[in-house]
């Protein structure tokens, strides 16, 4: 599986941005796609993951609200809208995959990464 993230670039504070994940390939049986980010200095952190069949969504506290997480079965993407964006928000923003039937936050559970799109919010 090949992932490759897209739409990062900067934004006003209070502004949206929606990212992309395009993905080369479904896996078979039950998987996830979520997304990541990464400040300097900072652990990657977890933000939102979808669960490709069923669709379900799992949503950190620190963006459940203003992130949302979605798919299109057609294109085989799955998107990343933020809203309210906030200076803190800035980092690197991750796409990852795992397969599995059950979710995980730990980046190290998750097999696959997308190369990262950088993602600047400024006050």
């Known amino acids: 599986v090949q992932l490759q993230a897209s739409g990062g670039g900067l934004v006003q504070a209070g502004g949206p941005l929606r990212l992309s994940c395009a993905v080369s390939?479904?896996?078979?049986?039950?998987?996830?796609i979520a997304w990541f980010r990464q400040a300097p200095g900072k652990e990657r952190e977890f933000l939102a993951a979808?669960?490709?069949?069923?669709?379900?969504?799992y949503y950190a506290d620190s963006v459940q609200g203003r992130f949302t997480i979605s798919r299109d079965n057609a294109e085989n993407t799955v998107a990343l809208q933020m809203n309210g964006l906030k200076p803190e928000d800035t980092a690197v923003y991750y796409c990852?995959?795992?397969?599995?039937?059950?979710?995980?936050?730990?980046?190290?559970?998750?097999?696959?990464w997308g190369q990262g799109t950088q993602v600047t919010v400024s006050s």
């Open positions: 390939r479904r896996p078979f049986g039950s998987y996830f």
């Open positions: 979808l669960e490709w069949n069923d669709g379900s969504t």
């Open positions: 990852a995959a795992r397969s599995g039937r059950f979710f995980v936050t730990r980046p190290v559970n998750y097999a696959y």
